[in-house]
């Protein structure tokens, strides 16, 4: 957290209530004194997603998501920390404090480009729906199927051809040359002359979910004309990344959370004649090669993923491995065969939303999408097609980590290619052993301790007293030290110790460690206690009275093994046994 603001976002938080602001994006309902609900951030069917309003955080004990209002809305809005301060504090009704000049400098910027992208949006759009220079695009959509009220409610616009139109437009609104380089709308020409990126074209805004155009997507009205491409698309921007976005989320989010799946398409076209038809749980990828920041959104919304490129796309080695992103990333994927001369944009405008439906439930999963395309539609009465084909397969099989699963698609290519499903085992598991490091595949430890599940409400009870009641602390450290946290709280224990003198929020930004930070967010969002001293008191002793057993029964173990103790060792073994047991006779706290 900047400086410049601490003080200040601590305020805005103070009169913000983080129950009122994450209830705008998911439904939380009353469990005691926190709220639960289901995570925005992963699929899960069991409401796992606490929020504790008393200390205005939250935390979901299934994916480890966590933080404070600030957190979540930069999470959940892929905004900066200051972007989500100005949204707070316009909530709350304050003005926002003096800002580091390179920070101010920065925020001014990415305003400007908004600012410049909404009105140049408008502009185009006013043109696509009032002027004369637009007709030819606007008979092309008509022809497409596109009326006049999808145009105004996808924002669709016209960018004619000349040089210097939106140029003109925005300059007289008062922004400078720089400012439209650095929003990516004009280009540099010959003697330093700038002139409009888009000309004679289609613009299909691009928008953030927050409903802001961060970037166009441009089609050429006439395809006939050389050495022009058919679409164009935005630079990146300061406010604007293609791998971190979709075309068509903003329509497409709450459809996404109520279906749990999405259809990917790769063309604006595409998800807004889907939408048009009901499929509003489309969206674009804006590019066919998938990335990992895709993937991560996507998985905040839905569980399963269509994926709906035309034939040729479909099969090209980019698209494949955005497939591979999108399934390591947890989702099911399923691949929608469309037939070779269509793309969804066609299909769904000549057969409708209920074919494209059917098209849905018949979608291969992954695996099976890549089988039949290694197979496809190959004679394997040719035995050297048959090897090199089989080949293939065996190594897709030696692929799949989960053993059901590729057992299951083991059987699958046996019958497909008519060979022994006992071959394949075999073949498979001979590329396997190949990798070093196989063995260790299935073998990994879990770290799992053997510490009683009690024990760990225990420590988690205690170091709950730790945060929530200051006053109890030096109490606390005086009693236990953090060896005596033989748990999952070890760490965690660790740090409060050292940093014992700071309040919730101090303690919340000293966190480097991510796995540290989610042990304190599990127990800031547990409900708050009433808890006496006497209670405290009874808990440090039960924890003391579990470690001497602890070190009792290690002592015994250690007697049993040592067959051949010598008289000192076993006199000292004695002596720590009987101080423990003397110890845990006379506890009293």
Same mark, same amino acid.
């Given at each position: ?71 979540? %809305? ?21 003005? %926002? ?97 700038? @002139? ?104 905040? @919304?839905?569980?399963?993923? @269509?994926?709906? @490129? ?45 074919? +494209? ?122 009693? %236990?030290?953090?060896?005596? +946290? ?9 740090? %409060? ?93």
């Amino acid at each position: 957290m900047p400086a410049y603001s601490q003080d200040f976002a601590e305020e805005v938080k103070q009169n913000i209530d983080i129950v009122e602001v994450i209830s705008e994006y998911l439904e939380l309902k009353r469990t005691g004194k926190n709220y639960k609900g289901l995570c925005p951030f992963h699929q899960e069917k069991t409401p796992s997603f606490t929020v504790n309003p008393q200390n205005q955080f939250y935390y979901c004990f299934g994916c480890g998501a966590g933080g404070d209002v600030y957190s979540f %809305l930069m999470e959940i809005e892929n905004i900066t920390f200051f972007e989500g301060l100005k949204l707070l504090a316009g909530r709350a009704g304050l003005e %926002l404090p003096n800002r580091s000049k390179y920070e101010k400098r920065l925020d001014d910027r990415r305003e400007k480009i908004f600012e410049i992208n909404q009105l140049a949006a408008k502009f185009y759009n006013y043109l696509l729906l009032e002027e004369d220079v637009a007709e030819k695009a606007v008979v092309y959509l008509n022809n497409r199927g596109f009326m006049e009220e999808d145009l105004k409610k996808f924002y669709l616009g016209f960018a004619p051809d000349r040089w210097d139109s939106l140029i003109n437009f925005l300059s007289r609104k008062g922004y400078e040359r720089s400012e439209l380089l650095e929003a990516g709308l004009v280009l540099t020409g010959k003697n330093n002359s700038i @002139y409009d990126r888009f000309r004679n074209r289609i613009i299909f805004p691009i928008f953030n979910i927050r409903d802001e155009v961060i970037a166009f997507g441009a089609r050429i009205v006439d395809s006939n004309v050389k050495n022009s491409p058919k679409y164009l698309n935005s630079p990146e921007t300061i406010i604007f990344n293609k791998s971190k976005n979709l075309y068509g989320l903003n329509w497409a989010r709450e459809e996404l959370r109520r279906t749990d799946s999405a259809i990917i398409m790769e063309g604006y076209t595409d998800v807004i004649r889907a939408h048009k038809q009901g499929l509003k749980n489309a969206v674009a990828s804006l590019g066919t090669s998938l990335t990992l920041e895709q993937a991560k959104l996507l998985d905040r @919304y839905v569980s399963t993923v @269509y994926i709906a @490129y035309d034939a040729d796309t479909a099969g090209g080695k980019a698209t494949v491995r955005g497939l591979e992103i999108l399934k390591n990333a947890g989702l099911n994927v399923k691949v929608i065969q469309l037939p070779a001369d269509k793309d969804p944009d066609d299909f769904i405008n000549q057969e409708g939303k209920e074919k +494209f439906t059917e098209l849905m439930e018949d979608a291969p999963g992954l695996i099976d999408y890549k089988i039949n395309q290694i197979v496809g539609k190959n004679n394997f009465n040719d035995s050297d097609i048959k090897v090199e084909l089989s080949r293939k397969l065996i190594k897709l099989l030696a692929g799949i980590s989960d053993p059901v699963e590729r057992e299951v698609y083991t059987q699958r290519v046996s019958t497909k290619i008519e060979i022994n499903a006992g071959l394949l085992r075999r073949e498979v598991e001979k590329m396997n052993k190949k990798d070093k490091n196989y063995r260790n595949r299935y073998t990994k430890n879990t770290n799992k301790t053997n510490i009683p599940v009690s024990i760990n409400k225990l420590e988690a009870k205690i170091l709950k007293a730790f945060i929530d009641y200051p006053g109890y602390r030096g109490f606390i450290i005086e009693e %236990l030290n953090p060896g005596d +946290f033989k748990g999952k709280y070890n760490r965690l224990a660790e740090k %409060l110790w050292s940093e014992s003198s700071k309040n919730l929020q101090e303690l919340l930004a000293s966190f480097e460690e991510e796995k540290i930070k989610k042990r304190f967010m599990e127990i800031t969002v547990m409900e708050k206690m009433d808890i006496s001293q006497n209670m405290l008191k009874s808990w440090v002793r039960k924890l003391k009275e579990y470690n001497r057993c602890g070190k009792k029964l290690s002592l015994f173990h250690a007697l049993e093994e040592d067959r051949k103790i010598n008289l000192d060792r076993l006199n000292n073994f004695l002596v720590d046994f009987h101080r423990l047991s003397i110890d845990q006779g006379k506890e009293g706290l």
